[in-house]
């Protein structure tokens, strides 16, 4: 089993910068693929990036390509999400998520390809 708990969010202006942080237990976090989705009020929870279990292979939604960088640390049991350029429609919360069954090599953007999920973070971007 895998325990998921995000932090790092915040309230920032346009343009400003965020790092989230979602840290992991469990004995199956290295060999995990993991993901950042997020929901805004009223909408589904939609992909935002995910990571191979080394870190081999990233996927980013095509909003944030350019502005995001996920990234782990498997010695620390860490994933982290850092995001610039923000703007007011990445306002939302955001999700850690874990794969923790069979490697199938894909981008697993969706949340029903993903087994543990955090409590998520509330990331609140103004104008």
């Known amino acids: 089993q895998v325990q998921l708990e995000e932090s790092g969010g915040g309230l920032v202006q346009a343009g400003d910068s965020l790092r989230l942080s979602c840290a992991a237990s469990?004995?199956?976090?290295?060999?995990?693929?993991m993901g950042w989705f997020r929901q805004a009020p009223g909408k589904e929870r939609d992909f935002v990036t995910s990571?191979?279990?080394?870190?081999?292979?990233?996927y980013y939604a095509d909003s944030v390509k350019g502005r995001f960088t996920i990234s782990r640390d498997n010695a620390k049991n860490t994933v982290s999400l850092q995001m610039n350029s923000l703007k007011p429609e990445d306002t939302a919360v955001y999700y850690c998520?874990?794969?923790?069954?069979?490697?199938?090599?894909?981008?697993?953007?969706?949340?029903?390809?993903?087994?543990?999920w955090g409590q998520g973070t509330q990331v609140t971007v103004s104008s």
């Open positions: 469990g004995r199956t976090f290295s060999s995990a693929a």
């Open positions: 998520a874990a794969r923790v069954r069979y490697n199938t090599g894909g981008s697993y953007a969706t949340p029903s390809e993903y087994d543990y």
């Open positions: 990571i191979s279990w080394n870190g081999g292979r990233t």
